[in-house]
Every structure is written in structure tokens, then in C-alpha cells.
């Protein structure tokens, strides 16, 4: 009885997962702790993946060190049904780890990873239609507590399901503060000749309570159905701490620590840099090799790209690169032009900095709630997408915090449009412009539905009308009919029209009403029509 005893406790000590769950949802994370003390570098030179095995389909992660001898594998399920799973590494208490997990269907506010579909556009990973209507809090996770939790509770009175934001801090003339945990253990901390703190980093370790803090806040995103876009390098340090001065042998390392933990967040994007022309210790080769190291280490291939200056562009024709995440507002100016950039670099395009609503002295800080609202409607009208932003300074900005850097409380009006605008778009489907450089105010989701935008013209009167061409979708024919609803993109209203529109003969490319039928309107900006099929 005895030696029975003894292999019980023999198995159950070493030869099954610590702290794993059996039974894990579609997308959720899986999660592996192993024990192992190690008197070298356990951050690179302790060595730890993971293979998961479905029926035909295998997939191996990289396992990472979380300090205190605790090492971790993650891994996000996709297919559902029983996975086997074994570790190798040359360490014996981290090796030849096997067990199951049970991959069960996604309860219904789990959608998924979001990933490219029908070429411009997103999809969660069941299937539902994903479209970026985001929003910018830069440093938010490094700010107190209280201001964090501020943030949390101002993104969830939005519509918004993107935010963009900085792993590393931001030292920027509108933020100054100083973070209470850093990603690297501090070697040392002296003075200079202005008074400013000096730090000696040691790159070939990590501070885990960083990590895990970020993925705290990664987790709270996620709970509100929000993407995090993460940016892993940036300019905004001045020398200050020195993250974007670190040698590549630090940068790939951070990359492949930052990949193994949070590689297994469904609700996580990859932006390599947000203005990455501006970070001066790094060349266009060092950006596609860096670039390149993100996608070779995730194992599930989040969305990735990078952020120039504006007009800026990147080579977004590289495979690696499933969107573009340009900085320019002209685009979304000039009537046709978002349609031409998308149509160039045939993918998706996300205008992430057009300028922000705010008060500032600062061309790109100031723009009125309806402006910012009537670029994000130039982007969509052209298949496009436009993130938010919001720059209000009061007093100093130091006890009001300006959300664009640190996050906080909203203060603008455009934020409260997103979920209208949101929902329209849900409504409607996907777009892009139904007869591209002749047509630039109507779009099409290709199905019969078209949406048309006036933009910042005031008319009484609109006189029905459809262009014959239909994007690359069967055109409109004669007889047709269509409803028609006046959506007001500003006040968020939408007024069904009661008459009914059919189409006649086609007249110089354009069908009209058989009747000539007009659509009487209120006479104010910033108004849209859809127009609707009825079968």
C-alpha cells in the first residue's frame, strides 16, 4: 500500500500540469504553469515551447519565464474538440509535460480573433462582421491607478471596440508622468545636469508585474469587447528611459517575450510602431526585420502593421503586413481619395491619426466634435475606417488629464456618435464605393443597400438616384424598388421616408426614379441616406 502511495504522489508531483485548465473556450486562453528554479538567466536562457495537438492541425507556442520560478505556456484554441499537448525544453522539470484540454464552443459575447476578410475589410473568428471604430489613450496603463480605472469607465459609455496604446511609456510634451513599474529591472538611477532621473537597464531580463499588470488591462478591453492595439515601439522618449534606443539583440528579445505572453489574447493587434520615421536608431531594415520577427513568433497571426508620420506611408504590399495604419488626414479631406489609397495597397485601411477633437494650439489637436465625426464618415463612405481621438486640454492638463495621452474621462461629443455610426454600419455590411473615382458620395455593401453622404453640403431636396455601375457586384436593372432612410450622423437619428422609388430606364449611367421622385431633406450638414432594396 505503501509503494502505491508513493507513485500516487510521484504522478501527481511530476508528471501532471500545474495549474491547467481542462475545459477552455474557443479563443479563451489555455494556460500552463510549470515550476522550475535555475540559478542562470531564466528569461533567455531557459528554453520552453509547447506543441498542441487536433486531429490534423498542430500548433507549437513558446513558453515563457513569469519570475518567482514560474514558467508559463498560453495557448488560444481555435477548433473545437480534444487537444494533447507536450512540452520540450532541455530543462527536465520543464520537459515532456503532456495532458488535454477540451476546446468548447464560444459563449455568445465570444467572437473571436479578428482577421482580414474579403480582402478590406474584418471578421471575428465565427464569422460576425468586425468594423474598427476606434479610439487613441496612448500611455493610459501607466498612469495611477485611479486614472486607469477612470478610462475603463469612460470606454465603456462608447461604442468604441479599438484602442490604440503604447507598451512602453510616453514622454511627450503633454506627458510627463512618470511610471510606477518599468519592463526592466532597474541596474541603476542617477542625476544629470537638469535634475532628470538617469536609468541603467538590464535588457536581458524582464519585470514581470509589468507584464502582468499590461495584461490585466488587455483582459479589461476584452471583457468590454475591445481590441487592443498594441504599439511596441515608439519615438516619444527623448532619452529620457532609452526604449527606443535599445540595441537590436533587446529589441528582438522584447519581441519574442512580448509575443510568448500575450500571443494567446484573442483581443490583441501588433502595430510595430506608431511614427516609426521619427525613432532615429532605427533603419527601414532594421523595421522589416523587426517586423518580420513579430510574425515568425506568433503562432496564431494577429493582425500586424506599423504607423508613420503623416503622409508617411510604409511598404504595406509586404505579406507580413495585414493592414495599413496610416497617419494622414488628406484622404479623408478630399472626396475619392480614402477609396484611391485602399484600391493601392489592396487591403484594409485604418486611418489611425487624422487629427483629434480638442482645444489645443496644435493644428492636429484641434478639431471641432463634428468635423472629427465627418472624417470618420469620409473614411467609411470610401471602404475605409478612421480611429477617434481626443485632445481637451483644461488648466495645465495635469489634473485634467488629455484622454488622447493619458486617458481619463471623454470630453468631446464625437465619442458619443461611435456606437450610432457603429450600428449603421453593422446595419449595412462592409462598403466601398459603387463607381469608384466617378461617384465619390455613394457606397455599396453590394447586396442592394447603398449608403450616400452629403458630407458638409445642406440640401432641400434630393432627387432619387443610383449609379449603374455597382462596385464589381450584379448591377441595378430597371423595376427595382428601394426604401429610403435619412440618417442624421450628427443628432443620430434615422427617419424612414414613406414612399417607394423604382427604377427606370438607365439614363447617362445613372437610374432614376420612374416618377422622378425626390426625397425632401431637413437642410443640414453632415447627413446620409440609405437606400435599401426591397425584395
Same mark, same amino acid.
Given at each position: 500500500?505503501?509503494?502505491?502511495?508513493?507513485?500516487?504522489?510521484?504522478?501527481?508531483?511530476?508528471?501532471?500540469?500545474?495549474?491547467?485548465?481542462?475545459?477552455?473556450?474557443?479563443?479563451?486562453?489555455?494556460?500552463?504553469?510549470?515550476?522550475?528554479?535555475?540559478?542562470?538567466?531564466?528569461?533567455?536562457?531557459?528554453?520552453?515551447?509547447?506543441?498542441?495537438?487536433?486531429?490534423?492541425?498542430?500548433?507549437?507556442?513558446?513558453?515563457?519565464?513569469?519570475?518567482?520560478?514560474?514558467?508559463?505556456?498560453?495557448?488560444?484554441?481555435?477548433?473545437?474538440?480534444?487537444?494533447?499537448?507536450?512540452?520540450?525544453?532541455?530543462?527536465?522539470?520543464?520537459?515532456?509535460?503532456?495532458?488535454?484540454?477540451?476546446?468548447?464552443?464560444?459563449?455568445?459575447?465570444?467572437?473571436?480573433?479578428?482577421?482580414?476578410?474579403?480582402?478590406?475589410?474584418?471578421?471575428?473568428?465565427?464569422?460576425?462582421?468586425?468594423?474598427?471604430?476606434?479610439?487613441?489613450?496612448?500611455?493610459?496603463?501607466?498612469?495611477?491607478?485611479?486614472?486607469?480605472?477612470?478610462?475603463?469607465?469612460?470606454?465603456?459609455?462608447?461604442?468604441?471596440?479599438?484602442?490604440?496604446?503604447?507598451?512602453?511609456?510616453?514622454?511627450?510634451?503633454?506627458?510627463?508622468?512618470?511610471?510606477?513599474?518599468?519592463?526592466?529591472?532597474?541596474?541603476?538611477?542617477?542625476?544629470?545636469?537638469?535634475?532628470?532621473?538617469?536609468?541603467?537597464?538590464?535588457?536581458?531580463?524582464?519585470?514581470?508585474?509589468?507584464?502582468?499588470?499590461?495584461?490585466?488591462?488587455?483582459?479589461?478591453?476584452?471583457?468590454?469587447?475591445?481590441?487592443?492595439?498594441?504599439?511596441?515601439?515608439?519615438?516619444?522618449?527623448?532619452?529620457?528611459?532609452?526604449?527606443?534606443?535599445?540595441?537590436?539583440?533587446?529589441?528582438?528579445?522584447?519581441?519574442?517575450?512580448?509575443?510568448?505572453?500575450?500571443?494567446?489574447?484573442?483581443?490583441?493587434?501588433?502595430?510595430?510602431?506608431?511614427?516609426?520615421?521619427?525613432?532615429?536608431?532605427?533603419?527601414?531594415?532594421?523595421?522589416?526585420?523587426?517586423?518580420?520577427?513579430?510574425?515568425?513568433?506568433?503562432?496564431?497571426?494577429?493582425?500586424?502593421?506599423?504607423?508613420?508620420?503623416?503622409?508617411?506611408?510604409?511598404?504595406?504590399?509586404?505579406?507580413?503586413?495585414?493592414?495599413?495604419?496610416?497617419?494622414?488626414?488628406?484622404?479623408?479631406?478630399?472626396?475619392?481619395?480614402?477609396?484611391?489609397?485602399?484600391?493601392?495597397?489592396?487591403?484594409?485601411? *485604418?486611418?489611425?491619426?487624422?487629427?483629434?477633437?480638442? &482645444?489645443? /494650439?496644435?493644428?492636429?489637436?484641434? #478639431?471641432? =466634435?463634428? @468635423? +472629427? %465625426?465627418?472624417?470618420?464618415?469620409?473614411?467609411?463612405?470610401?471602404?475605409?475606417?478612421?480611429?477617434?481621438?481626443?485632445?481637451?486640454?483644461?488648466?495645465?492638463?495635469?489634473?485634467?488629464?488629455?484622454?488622447?495621452?493619458?486617458?481619463?474621462?471623454?470630453?468631446?461629443?464625437?465619442?458619443?456618435?461611435?456606437?450610432?455610426?457603429?450600428?449603421?454600419?453593422?446595419?449595412?455590411?462592409?462598403?466601398?464605393?459603387?463607381? *469608384?473615382?466617378?461617384?465619390?458620395?455613394?457606397?455599396? &455593401?453590394? /447586396?442592394?443597400?447603398?449608403?450616400? #453622404?452629403? =458630407?458638409? @453640403? +445642406? %440640401?432641400?431636396?434630393?432627387?432619387?438616384?443610383?449609379?449603374?455601375?455597382?462596385?464589381?457586384?450584379?448591377?441595378?436593372?430597371?423595376?427595382?424598388?428601394?426604401?429610403?432612410?435619412?440618417?442624421?450622423?450628427?443628432?443620430?437619428?434615422?427617419?424612414?421616408?414613406?414612399?417607394?422609388?423604382?427604377?427606370?430606364?438607365?439614363?447617362?449611367?445613372?437610374?432614376?426614379?420612374?416618377?422622378?421622385?425626390?426625397?425632401?431633406?431637413?437642410?443640414?450638414?453632415?447627413?446620409?441616406?440609405?437606400?435599401?432594396?426591397?425584395?
Amino acid at each position: 500500500m505503501k509503494n502505491v502511495l508513493q507513485v500516487l504522489i510521484y504522478l501527481i508531483l511530476f508528471n501532471q500540469p500545474i495549474f491547467a485548465q481542462q475545459k477552455t473556450e474557443q479563443w479563451d486562453r489555455f494556460e500552463l504553469q510549470l515550476t522550475h528554479t535555475s540559478p542562470k538567466n531564466s528569461f533567455l536562457e531557459t528554453n520552453l515551447t509547447a506543441t498542441f495537438s487536433h486531429k490534423d492541425t498542430t500548433i507549437t507556442v513558446k513558453g515563457f519565464y513569469d519570475g518567482n520560478n514560474k514558467y508559463i505556456v498560453r495557448f488560444m484554441p481555435e477548433k473545437i474538440g480534444k487537444w494533447s499537448y507536450k512540452t520540450q525544453s532541455s530543462v527536465a522539470d520543464l520537459n515532456n509535460k503532456t495532458g488535454e484540454l477540451e476546446c468548447v464552443k464560444a459563449t455568445k459575447n465570444n467572437h473571436g480573433i479578428v482577421r482580414v476578410a474579403n480582402t478590406f475589410h474584418f471578421k471575428y473568428g465565427d464569422g460576425k462582421d468586425y468594423f474598427p471604430f476606434g479610439t487613441t489613450a496612448y500611455a493610459w496603463t501607466h498612469m495611477t491607478n485611479d486614472l486607469q480605472e477612470e478610462t475603463l469607465l469612460a470606454l465603456k459609455k462608447t461604442g468604441f471596440n479599438k484602442v490604440r496604446m503604447c507598451i512602453f511609456p510616453k514622454n511627450y510634451e503633454l506627458v510627463k508622468e512618470e511610471p510606477e513599474i518599468f519592463p526592466y529591472p532597474i541596474k541603476s538611477v542617477s542625476t544629470n545636469d537638469k535634475g532628470e532621473k538617469v536609468y541603467a537597464w538590464d535588457f536581458t531580463q524582464f519585470n514581470p508585474v509589468f507584464f502582468q499588470h499590461l495584461e490585466k488591462r488587455i483582459d479589461n478591453l476584452r471583457d468590454m469587447g475591445i481590441e487592443a492595439d498594441l504599439i511596441l515601439f515608439h519615438p516619444y522618449d527623448k532619452g529620457r528611459w532609452g526604449f527606443d534606443e535599445m540595441p537590436m539583440e533587446a529589441n528582438l528579445s522584447y519581441i519574442k517575450y512580448v509575443v510568448a505572453r500575450l500571443a494567446s489574447f484573442k483581443n490583441v493587434w501588433w502595430s510595430l510602431a506608431n511614427e516609426y520615421d521619427y525613432v532615429k536608431s532605427k533603419t527601414e531594415a532594421d523595421w522589416l526585420q523587426l517586423i518580420k520577427e513579430v510574425v515568425k513568433q506568433d503562432p496564431f497571426k494577429h493582425l500586424c502593421s506599423i504607423h508613420g508620420s503623416t503622409a508617411k506611408y510604409y511598404n504595406y504590399w509586404i505579406p507580413e503586413l495585414t493592414h495599413a495604419s496610416i497617419q494622414d488626414e488628406s484622404p479623408v479631406i478630399n472626396w475619392g481619395a480614402a477609396a484611391t489609397i485602399r484600391n493601392i495597397y489592396n487591403k484594409p485601411i *485604418v486611418f489611425d491619426e487624422v487629427g483629434y477633437e480638442g &482645444n489645443l /494650439k496644435l493644428r492636429w489637436g484641434w #478639431y471641432s =466634435g463634428e @468635423e +472629427m %465625426n465627418h472624417l470618420i464618415w469620409m473614411g467609411l463612405i470610401g471602404g475605409t475606417y478612421v480611429t477617434h481621438g481626443e485632445a481637451f486640454m483644461v488648466g495645465d492638463g495635469k489634473n485634467y488629464p488629455i484622454f488622447w495621452a493619458k486617458g481619463g474621462e471623454l470630453r468631446g461629443t464625437s465619442w458619443k456618435r461611435a456606437a450610432f455610426n457603429r450600428q449603421i454600419i453593422e446595419e449595412t455590411g462592409a462598403l466601398e464605393m459603387a463607381d *469608384v473615382s466617378r461617384d465619390f458620395k455613394t457606397a455599396t &455593401n453590394g /447586396k442592394g443597400t447603398y449608403l450616400i #453622404y452629403f =458630407g458638409k @453640403e +445642406m %440640401n432641400e431636396t434630393w432627387r432619387f438616384n443610383l449609379p449603374n455601375k455597382n462596385a464589381n457586384y450584379d448591377k441595378p436593372k430597371k423595376g427595382n424598388k428601394y426604401k429610403v432612410e435619412i440618417i442624421d450622423t450628427w443628432d443620430m437619428s434615422v427617419q424612414k421616408v414613406e414612399a417607394v422609388f423604382e427604377l427606370s430606364d438607365l439614363n447617362n449611367y445613372r437610374f432614376y426614379d420612374k416618377n422622378l421622385g425626390i426625397v425632401r431633406l431637413p437642410l443640414k450638414p453632415y447627413l446620409a441616406l440609405r437606400v435599401t432594396e426591397i425584395k
